[in-house]
């Protein structure tokens, strides 16, 4: 069977998308009240671009939430 011009291959789509998976670093404890985003965007070394996907744990939305216990606290 004869190899299709990469155009045809693929459906005409183009290449597929790429997955990069990049740690966010320095940028500090995530404190309740804290504005999850801003600190992202504000982190030292990150650029996002439109198309972006950020994901982020759900410990960190937590903590920004201040939605944490004290488990040292019986009540």
Do not use: N, Y
């Not at 740690?23 to 439109?50: C, H, K, T, Y």
């Amino acid at each position: 069977m004869p190899e299709l011009p990469a155009s045809e291959a693929d459906g005409g789509r183009g290449p597929a998308p790429t997955l990069s998976v990049m740690p966010i670093m320095g940028m500090g404890e995530v404190r309740p009240g804290d504005d999850l985003a801003e600190l992202l965007v504000a982190a030292p070394g990150v650029s996002f671009q439109d198309g972006d996907v950020v994901v982020v744990t759900q410990k960190v939305v937590s903590k920004a939430e201040g939605r944490r216990i004290d488990c040292a606290d019986p009540h």
